[in-house]
């Protein structure tokens, strides 16, 4: 984490430098924002400009906080630089609060534009956050469940990176627990989403269980007073942590998870099934020739040549 924070510090000091492979960077400002990007995006680098002010000014009425700042984004033309300064190839986009700074793969974000928006409110909701919740520490799974409750998506992992697996963990009852989800999530791939799903199903079951309004006044104290986010959340339900936990995991039904399992297999399923028909067939076709082929060897030894 360290050492990304330092590449990322080199490269918004001289991103106006060619770098990598002959890649400049050029700049586009608003009043917002500032972004960074490769000649060849300068027309995502617009589309993201137009929506960060809507975008902007509709997760601040959510929070009813303000946002002084002028974050910088930048573009990265391919996944190859965009892993130099991210951790984990199955994401899209990550924030940096510290610099107030955002960085996209572009490469990849343009092949789902349709999750541009959601991608980009997703970062601003980690920006804000952390602007305004400076002295508790943050715990990664409730800044990863808010980013997404508030974008309506995981915004950050790529689309592609996998099936949901939170209904396969209920069955199972292999979650993971959270306080190993405080200051990091997993590399590896499936662990990796089914952390992401635990983060948005646990605070959406949090805000369940008080209410929207009550909700973000626990954020309002949480920012005036900085006190420990599980503290706040003990306060605001009325029990210990480890019990609403325990609550959250007990309201998955088994009989739902495997309907909901199912759904999502179902594809694969059905191609099984059909795979064995096929199967099945064969072997019926090949027992009925077999069948044809004795009786007509029966039927050629009855006759006798005269």
């Known amino acids: 984490m360290v050492i990304r924070q330092i590449f990322v510090s080199l490269f918004v000091m001289f991103c106006m430098i060619p770098i990598a492979d002959g890649i400049t960077y050029q700049t586009l400002q608003s009043n917002h924002v500032t972004i960074?990007?490769?000649?060849?995006?300068?027309?995502?680098?617009?589309?993201?400009?137009?929506?960060?002010?809507?975008?902007?000014?509709?997760?601040?009425?959510?929070?009813?906080?303000?946002?002084?700042?002028k974050p910088t984004i930048i573009l990265t033309p391919n996944s190859d630089e965009f892993m130099k300064y991210a951790d984990n190839p199955f994401?899209?986009?990550?924030?940096?609060?510290?610099?107030?700074?955002i960085m996209i793969d572009s490469s990849k974000l343009i092949k789902q534009p349709y999750e541009f928006e959601t991608t980009l409110r997703h970062e601003l909701c980690h920006l804000i956050l952390h602007y305004h919740i400076q002295h508790t520490h943050i715990p990664r799974w409730f800044d990863e469940g808010i980013a997404q409750?508030?974008?309506?998506?995981?915004?950050e992992l790529i689309s592609n990176a996998g099936q949901s697996r939170i209904y396969q963990a209920?069955?199972?009852?292999?979650?993971?627990?959270?306080?190993?989800?405080?200051?990091?999530?997993?590399?590896?791939?499936?662990?990796?989403?089914?952390?992401?799903?635990?983060s948005q199903s646990f605070l959406e079951y949090i805000i369940g269980l008080c209410g929207q309004e009550q909700f973000y006044e626990m954020l309002n104290q949480i920012r005036i007073k900085?006190?420990?986010?599980k503290i706040a959340i003990e306060n605001m339900i009325g029990y210990s942590f480890h019990r609403i936990e325990q609550d959250w995991r007990?309201?998955?039904?088994?009989?739902?998870?495997?309907?909901?399992l199912?759904?999502?297999?179902?594809?694969?399923?059905?191609?099984?099934?059909?795979?064995?028909?096929?199967?099945?067939g064969f072997f019926k076709l090949r027992q009925r020739k077999k069948m044809i082929w004795d009786d007509?060897?029966?039927?050629?030894?009855?006759?006798?040549?005269?």
Do not use: R
């Open 36 to 69: 960074q990007y490769p000649i060849l995006f300068k027309s995502m680098a617009i589309n993201v400009s137009t929506a960060f002010s809507s975008i902007l000014s509709d997760v601040l009425n959510s929070f009813n906080w303000e946002y002084p700042e």
């Open 91 to 101: 994401i899209v986009a990550f924030a940096m609060p510290h610099y107030q700074l």
């Open 149 to 155: 409750w508030m974008s309506k998506g995981i915004g």
């Open 170 to 198: 209920s069955i199972s009852n292999q979650f993971i627990p959270f306080d190993k989800l405080s200051y990091d999530f997993p590399k590896h791939q499936k662990e990796l989403i089914l952390a992401y799903e635990q």
């Open 226 to 229: 900085q006190i420990p986010i």
């Open 250 to 260: 007990c309201s998955f039904s088994p009989i739902s998870s495997w309907v909901l």
């Open 262 to 280: 199912i759904i999502q297999n179902l594809y694969e399923i059905l191609f099984v099934i059909t795979a064995c028909l096929c199967v099945l």
């Open 296 to 306: 007509d060897d029966d039927l050629m030894s009855d006759v006798h040549i005269i």
